[in-house]
């Protein structure tokens, strides 16, 4: 792979084998610990290592002699600069322009696969997210777990994970009870019928009218005038259906699919629910009994009552917990753990849930479940990322009303008014636990102050000067392979060299975003990425030499087109992981 750091810790695993061969070390030293890190002071070199560090003591030696005994063997190899020996014992080292310039190389020749990484080895990885109940649009809350699920996903991959994207959905409590009767009102409503205002309890919004229309289309009058228990099955079914296929299409105007869909209607009726509940019990998990009053509350009619419970506090949590409830139908954790139950089954060791923070504490009541059903297999576990809410603003107003939903604005009324690419860099710009103001003007503002804008720009940028090139030298080969054959060593300014730099540590950012689960960091490093190409622009308007197009000097204008090159691929490597297409031109 491409990881340059990487590529270094190899290199100093290879002079420590080799002290250890020539009976400088001992054979045996754990190197597990050993690490190859851009130093905290840029100005000590491009790398350090801890080595001496972690392994003198084991090693008999004294830190600092063991430091200047491998910075010896590396200033024996052409592709270290210089190194020296700092503080206790830490090796800092420059490389040689050449291995920056090879670095490039690779970016061109890999292009958005730059950044690829084995870190993961394969594992399969399964990430729930969005996982709205069918009742309705997605609003902004669960656009930006939406967001922030698909970028994880996406950043796992790259960092070699093997992942499956995941909806699950609750299509068996009141909620959709409360959906088909809507739709049923709303069905009587397309069929001529003066239905009024809509009662307490059902769902307002005028989407569902659409729901209603589409009933009739199918069935005409077939449940006008019938009882609810002739209707409410079908017309739930009916309901629930059309409502996802709104949904899907609503994610779709942001560039996500799931590979999968589950929900907990059919693990009730294929008997998962019933599989995990016994499992729980064959295992001698399951009792009845009492629990104490909730802590921290008076309650002087509190009545002990006996329930099914799960003792979880085997497995770390606070109190057991009830798995039905005092009429003996389901506890609403069960149908959780249930599906927990039914990903395990499917071979995921790992699992991920992207949840609203009104969720908080969800991983605290179902990670011992997942502990009691995987047994002796520790390697299974559970992460959940919570997300903070979204409050939309217009030119610094709040914004609560929509057009079709009511009370809320709908996805697709966002991404009508400032884009998908907008609106997943946005959703992305923080950390996923704070809360996210969304204002629709800066959204779309074109300045320096908004992220999108300016990392957009950065890439058009490219573009344009990459254009201008091939209008300048109309004979040149400008393709990326092309590219990577040009005279490199003729960049050679310490602006160009700290351009190379900053791209290279892209792949062990994305390894660190992945290991962190924090994909909003890649909008962090692109916007330092397009500051850094911008600094380099503007450099070149004031200075001559630094200009990246030269008509009197081809090969100098081929290298700096491939510097160019490699920039815009970085940032589209980026952006790809986002789920953004990068632009190459923006208009006012």
Known sequence: MSNIFQSYKTKVDGILGGMAANGDLPADLDMSRV????????SHGDMATNAAMVLAKAAGKNPRQLGEAIVAKMQAMPEIKEASVAGPGFVNFRLADSEWMETMRTILTEGVHYGDSALGKGEKVNIEYVSANPTGPMHAGHTRGAVIGDALANLLQKAGYDVTKEYYFND?????????????????????????????????????????????????????GKDEAEWLVPVREFAVNFMMGVIKKDLELIGITHEVFSNEREMVEDGTLETAFRTLTDKGLIYQGTLPPPKGKEMEDWEPVELTLFRSSNFGDSSDRPLKKR???????????????NKIQRGYKWMINVLGKDHHGYEERIRPAIAALA??????????????????????????????????????????????????????????????????????????????????????R???????????????????????????????????????????????????????????????????????????????????????????????????????????????????????????????
């Open 35 to 42: 690490k190859v890190e851009p130093p905290k002071d840029v």
């Open 172 to 224: 068996a409590g009141t909620q959709v009870d409360v959906l088909a009767r809507t739709t049923h009102l709303r069905y009587r409503e397309a069929l001529g019928e003066d239905i009024g205002d809509i009662p307490e309890g059902l769902y307002p919004g005028e989407y569902l009218k659409e729901v209603g229309e589409a009933l009739v289309k199918r069935d005409g009058d077939k449940w006008r």
């Open 327 to 341: 009429d003996g139908t389901w506890a609403y954790i069960m149908p959780d753990i249930a599906y927990h139950y």
């Open 375 to 460: 047994g002796e297999d520790k390697d299974i576990r559970l992460n959940v990322v919570y997300c903070g809410m979204v409050k939309l603003f217009k030119n610094g107003e709040p914004v609560k009303l929509s057009k079709r939903a009511g009370n809320i604005i709908t996805l697709r009324e966002i991404v009508e008014e400032v884009g998908p690419g907008a609106v997943r860099f946005f959703m992305l710009s923080r950390t996923p636990d704070s809360e996210l103001d969304f204002d629709f003007a800066k959204v779309v503002e074109q300045s320096k102050d908004n992220p999108v804008f300016y990392v957009q720009y950065a890439h058009a």
């Open 462 to 588: 490219c573009c344009s000067v990459l254009r201008n090139g091939a209008e300048m030298f109309p004979k040149a080969d400008l393709s990326p392979e092309a590219l990577a054959k040009a005279d490199l060593a003729r960049l050679s300014t310490p602006e160009e060299l700290q351009l190379i730099r900053f791209m290279a540590g892209w792949p062990r950012f994305v390894e660190a975003a992945a290991e962190a689960h924090e994909p909003h960091r890649v909008a962090t490093w692109l916007h330092d990425m397009a500051s850094e190409f911008h600094a380099f622009w503007n450099k070149g308007r004031d200075v001559g030499a630094l200009r990246f197009l030269h008509e009197d000097d081809e090969a100098l204008s081929l290298a700096r087109m491939a510097l160019v090159k490699s920039v815009a691929t970085a940032i589209a490597s980026g952006l790809a992981v986002m789920g953004v297409t990068p632009l190459e031109e923006l208009h006012g």
